[in-house]
Every structure is written in structure tokens, then in C-alpha cells.
């Protein structure tokens, strides 16, 4: 079964903090998707990954393609990351599988 | 930053009736997609549009539902007999073939059926 699975569910930080939220998979992928889903429900595409590393700003992404696992990690966090962070994978067919998301809370 | 657009916001319906979600991709984009997201639960992919027709489509994307491109530009999402089971929050996304970040997402639509 392709499944997606993120941890934690919930994380509340300090402002500063640095984060990881992680992802595993179950099977092959051909890309691995970080989205970012405001409270008010938009979402925005964070990265697109199929291996190796991606940096953005405060953000980094990796992927490990042997262990299926990919990781989201936020620098000097701040109140305004607060949001939920979502895995999504591409396994073959159809297009994507999501994670449940990660809540992420920073507090001033 | 080019967005995807998606209109209404919000859209209360009663059940039974037919209702159309509508979105305009970014221009440039060729790979259009529907998902949607019911209240506390993950988004689930509904259905992708390519070349002016259906390329994948999910277990949920039954006959109740249509896609259409009618004008080049706007991309729509019909529900037909709407279920109180539909509401939920529909997003539209496009990409391009090669993108450094993948999709992008319209802000979604609240469908509310009473």
C-alpha cells in the first residue's frame, strides 16, 4: 500500500528554534513535494525533490532514497512559519499521495 | 508572482444541485489539477488535465463529476447532484513540465452543501 507518513503531528517551538519535520513512504517514488497550508487553508508549494538537497531561505529539504525518508528543516524559526506543513509523494499513479500534515506552532 | 485563481471563495448549495468551481491556471502552465480537502482530513487528489483532456483520475472522481478547459484559459470543476459528503475545500493547481517547485496552488473554494 502507498502510504505517507509524517511525524510529529503537532510541534509548538520557541521563536529561533530550528525545526525538522519528517516524512517516510513505503514504496518508490518519482518526486517528493513539501507544501505549506496556512491557517486560512491556501496552499503554497515549498519544494519539489527526487534526491539530494534543497535549500530555500530559512528552509532546507533532503531526501534519502535508499530510507525513504525525507526531511523539512526550518532555520531561526519565527511566529509567522506557523503553519501546517505537508509531505506529499508522487508514487506512479495517480499523481500525488498526502500526508495528514505536521502542525507547527512558534511562539514569540 | 504569476497565482492560480479560484472563484468563489466560498459557495453554499443546496443538495442535489449542480455546482461549478472555476480556476485559471498560471498562462505558461500545461498540467492542470483538481484536489480537494474535507474539513480535518489529508488533500486528496481528484483528477489532472492535459492536452485538453482527462490524463489520471482518482477512485473519487466519479460520474458526478467533470472537468472542462472551455476557453484556453479558465479550468473548471463541475459537481453535479451535489452530496452533503462533497463539502470540503477544492484546490486548483497547475505546473509546467520542469519546475523547481512543482505546483502551484490556487487559494480553494469552501464548498458547503446544506
Known amino acids: 500500500k502507498n502510504e505517507v507518513e509524517q511525524s510529529p503531528q503537532n510541534l509548538t517551538a520557541q521563536e529561533g528554534e530550528f525545526i525538522t519535520i519528517n516524512c517516510s513512504y513505503s514504496?518508490?517514488?518519482?518526486?517528493l513535494h513539501w507544501l505549506q497550508q496556512h491557517p486560512g487553508g491556501g496552499i503554497v508549494s515549498l519544494f519539489m525533490?527526487?534526491?539530494g538537497k534543497k535549500k530555500h531561505g530559512r528552509l532546507i529539504a533532503t531526501i534519502n532514497i535508499q530510507e525513504k525518508h525525507s526531511s523539512l528543516h526550518i532555520t531561526a524559526s519565527h511566529p509567522r512559519d506557523s503553519a501546517v506543513y505537508i509531505c506529499a509523494v508522487r508514487f506512479g499513479r495517480p499523481d500525488m499521495r498526502f500526508g495528514a500534515g505536521t502542525r507547527l506552532t512558534v511562539k514569540p | 508572482e504569476p497565482e492560480v485563481t479560484q472563484t468563489p471563495s466560498h459557495q453554499v448549495t443546496q443538495m442535489g444541485q449542480e455546482v461549478i468551481l472555476r480556476c485559471v491556471p498560471i498562462s505558461n502552465h500545461l498540467y492542470f489539477y483538481w484536489y480537494r480537502q474535507i474539513l480535518g482530513q489529508k488533500v486528496e487528489f481528484l483528477v489532472s488535465f492535459y492536452n485538453n483532456e482527462i490524463s489520471e483520475k482518482s477512485e473519487i472522481f466519479d460520474d458526478q463529476f467533470s472537468v472542462e478547459r472551455p476557453d484556453g484559459s479558465n479550468f473548471t470543476l463541475k459537481i453535479r447532484s451535489t452530496k452533503l459528503e462533497d463539502s470540503a475545500m477544492y484546490f486548483c493547481?497547475?505546473?509546467?513540465?520542469?519546475?523547481?517547485?512543482?505546483?502551484?496552488f490556487g487559494s480553494g473554494t469552501r464548498l458547503t452543501v446544506v
Open positions: 493547481a497547475s505546473r509546467t513540465p520542469r519546475g523547481a517547485r512543482g505546483y502551484t
Open positions: 514504496v518508490g517514488i518519482s518526486a
Open positions: 525533490l527526487s534526491s
